[in-house]
């Protein structure tokens, strides 16, 4: 254990400047969001088939046909998530977008009460309810401003309610599966999914620049298996709620790369709205009742998975 002292939190920290990537490389790419998405995912999926293979292909057999149809329904919602939220980068701000997409952490509190009836403690409520003032702030300040900013923000704090559907049902499902099993089907899916969506709108899937081609690798490989893979790993040694609390990181990279590459600089209402939501997600964070230690079933992980 003693060579691992070091190890997970310096994982951490380069799984949480991977993902910051995220809405930096969505942003630079000239195709639609369905397209991106689908890339995405499914060149993902492409890159976990080896150690699958080599690794977790035995557990296909011992899947019973409830949990895949759980992880079908969760790969829809990882779909929805990644389509809604990459379309909003087209109408608001980086910062924005990234920011209200934070806000998934305090959607599944209201998800895991209603499912599991899990309570939280006051103050961690009361974080929950600043976090919500926070979005409130945001959101006013970009539909004040003009523009399609306000819709930008819908289409993310819907993401962010997708996102918090494929969360909710990975964290049953992922005490049955290893993380790498798991993720393949809900990759695979989602990717096809969206080729599908894609394919329906009469929107093409091969013709884009080889620019693009290499934005859809990067985003595949830097926040995606590098990103998540990574923290979800790192969870076998470190609290999930201190992982959780370590992804806030993600929008203030996302913003200050946001301001070096495309001049996006936030404003007002943008600094004081996201501000609100970080020291609130924080805060319910640290003060959730439940406190999650590592190899717990809360924890979304279980022996055995690796990378």
């Given at each position: ?11 951490m920290a380069?799984?949480v ?7 930096i490389?969505?942003?630079?790419s000239?195709?639609p ?9 499914l ?7 080896p ?7 035995g ?11 759980l992880s ?6 990882l779909?929805f ?12 701000s980086?910062?924005?977008?990234v920011?209200?997409?934070?806000l998934?952490?305090v959607?599944?509190?209201?998800g ?13 409520l ?17 539909f ?7 819709f930008?923000d819908?289409?993310?704090l819907?993401g962010?309610g997708?996102?918090?559907a494929?969360w ?22 989602a ?14 899937l ?8 290499w934005l859809?690798?990067?985003l ?5 298996l590098?990103?998540h ?16 609390v370590?992804?806030l990181?993600?929008?203030i ?11 996006e ?7 004081i ?14 003060y ?9 079933a ?6 055995g998975?690796s990378?």
């Open positions: 254990m003693s060579r691992f002292r070091l190890h997970p939190w310096f994982l380069v799984g400047v991977f993902i910051s990537l995220s809405a490389l969505v942003k630079l000239t195709a969001a369905t397209v991106i998405a689908a890339w995405r995912l060149i993902a999926a492409c890159l976990m088939l150690l699958w293979w080599w690794k977790h292909r557990e296909i057999r011992k899947i019973s046909r409830r949990d895949w149809g079908f329904l969760s790969g829809v919602f779909a998530h990644f389509a809604l939220w990459f379309a909003s980068l087209s109408y608001t980086v910062a924005s977008s920011v209200l997409v934070t998934q952490p959607f599944s509190f209201v895991a009460y209603l499912l599991f009836g899990e309570r939280s403690r006051p103050a961690a009361a974080s929950a309810g600043i976090a919500m003032a926070g979005g409130m702030i945001l959101g006013w300040g970009d004040a401003s003009g523009g399609m900013a306000w930008g819908s289409l993310a819907a962010a997708m996102v918090t494929y909710l049902m990975g964290q049953n499902l992922r005490t049955r599966m290893s993380t790498v099993t798991y993720t393949l089907i809900v990759y695979s899916t990717g096809l999914l969206l080729a599908g969506v894609t394919l329906a709108f009469g929107q093409p091969f013709s884009y620049p080889s620019r693009d081609w859809f690798f990067l595949a490989l830097f926040p995606t590098l990103g893979s990574l923290l979800n790993w790192v969870i076998r040694w470190i609290p999930a709620t201190t992982v959780s370590a992804i990181g993600e929008p990279g996302a913003s200050l790369l946001a301001w070096i590459i495309f001049s600089q936030p404003g007002v209402f943008q600094w709205g996201g501000l609100f939501i970080i020291i609130g997600v924080y805060g319910f964070l640290r959730k009742e439940t406190s999650e230690k590592p190899g717990t809360h924890s979304q992980t279980r022996q998975d990378l």
